[in-house]
């Protein structure tokens, strides 16, 4: 008999300890990461987009000089403190308005302007 009653009480007591700790624990699943942000729909250009005519020497089509690289200093410097969203947002305004003078491939001439000012063009970015 008191084997019985040890054993409903250690039973009983497992049952709470169990109970305490799970409790305690809440669901043990991982809370999940938020999705990732898509960017906005009409990302805005804080900077005249007339003045990044500029930029056009970044991409190696006027006023080069043989054995000589663009030099981004002018185009980059019109973009300086601006968050990649808005850097990709003007050069894509700057170059469907053709700003620069030129028809150009809009998806490689962003990623080669931007990335020549040490920026990425965001996941998802479109250029339309």
Do not use: H, W, Y
């Amino acid at each position: 008999m008191a084997t019985t009653k040890l054993s409903a009480t250690i039973l009983i007591l497992s049952f709470f300890l169990f109970a305490t700790f799970t409790a305690a624990c809440g669901s043990c699943q991982p809370k999940p990461k938020p999705a990732p942000k898509a960017p906005p729909l009409n990302p805005f250009c804080p900077r005249d987009t007339l003045k990044l005519g500029v930029c056009a020497d970044l991409l190696g089509l006027v006023n080069v000089l043989v054995g000589s690289p663009p030099s981004g200093d002018k185009c980059c410097a019109l973009l300086q403190g601006l968050a990649d969203l808005e850097v990709a947002a003007c050069l894509c305004t700057a170059i469907k308005a053709n700003v620069l003078g030129i028809n150009l491939n809009v998806p490689i001439a962003l990623s080669a302007l931007v990335s020549a000012c040490g920026k990425t063009v965001p996941t998802g970015f479109k250029c339309g």
